[in-house]
């Protein structure tokens, strides 16, 4: 399947500090690559570089083969970001946060639209027509992910989506990416969750220090196997396998 996200030997240095080395990944429609790391392992980075928020320092971040920065007016409708903290306006309701954002994007769509979209994220038709700042930090995620489904993007980029979800709302919140990845959508998600990667992830990256140390078919491990490996990558010297 062709990638819709790719990194080619991309890297990243701030000042002396080697954030990425030679990074060189791919994820396809339909798709969910996790990345797992520890604190500065240089998985947000990454998310930057291919929305176009940082220049690599080598290489290239490409979104459908356009150039996540020199051809950033083509790679940023293509993309959707979720980050920890999904902001919307607090003094509007998910509905028309939803409504707002669509439209930034250029997109019109009726209320019944917007509507069923908020719904079939598990968000109910009470909830969508209350204040955001009322809003759980899980209802925040559901309406960022009908933001990203009105914008049509291909690719969402998520940045620990999960942390400080319940594990009913992190369920859900899987339950969701599924959906999108069988829609065709590629996924990268940045996690320290090991079993939810596991779980939802098609496959899964293990970066320490800027590299890629492991990269494997979800269905190779089972969420212990994949905590042992997590564990000696995370205890040990090594070189990228990428
Ligand atoms: N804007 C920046 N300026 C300077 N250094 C940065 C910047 N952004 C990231 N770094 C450094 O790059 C390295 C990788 O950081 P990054 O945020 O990508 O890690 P991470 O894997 O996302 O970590 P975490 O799990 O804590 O979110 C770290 O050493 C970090 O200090």
């Known amino acids: 399947m062709p990638a819709i996200l790719e990194a080619r030997q991309l890297s990243k240095s701030f000042g002396s500090n080697r954030a990425l080395h030679s990074l060189d990944l791919t994820v396809g429609g339909g798709e969910i690559l996790c990345l797992l790391g520890a604190n500065g392992a240089g998985k947000t980075t990454t998310i930057n570089l291919f929305l176009g928020f940082l220049s690599p320092t080598d ?63 598990g968000l109910s038709q009470a909830d969508a027509h209350r204040r955001a700042h009322a809003y759980s930090k899980g209802m925040r995620q559901k309406v960022g992910i009908a933001i990203a489904v009105a914008r049509n993007a291909e690719a969402l ?3 620990e989506p999960m942390s400080g979800l319940d594990p009913a709302a992190a369920n859900d919140f899987c339950t969701l990416l599924s959906s999108l990845k069988d829609q065709g959508k590629a996924i990268l998600m940045a996690t320290h969750d090991i079993f939810r990667a596991r779980l939802v992830g098609t496959r899964i990256g293990i970066m320490k220090a800027g590299r890629l140390v492991e990269l494997l078919d979800a269905k190779q491990v089972d969420a212990a196997e994949l905590e042992t490996l997590y564990l000696a990558h995370m205890a040990k010297e090594e070189p990228a396998v990428s």
Not at 87 to 112: C, I, K, M, V, W
Request: glycine letters at 6%; hydrophobic letters at 40%.
């Open 59 to 121: 290489g290239a971040a490409l979104v459908s083969g356009h150039d996540a920065v020199r051809e950033r007016h083509l790679t940023a409708p293509k993309l959707a970001y979720i980050p920890e903290q999904v902001a919307l306006y607090p003094q509007l309701s998910g509905l028309e946060n939803l409504d707002h954002f669509t439209r930034l994007s250029g997109r019109r769509l009726d209320q019944t639209e917007l509507l069923a979209m908020l719904e079939r994220t």
């Open 157 to 159: 980029l998520l940045d």
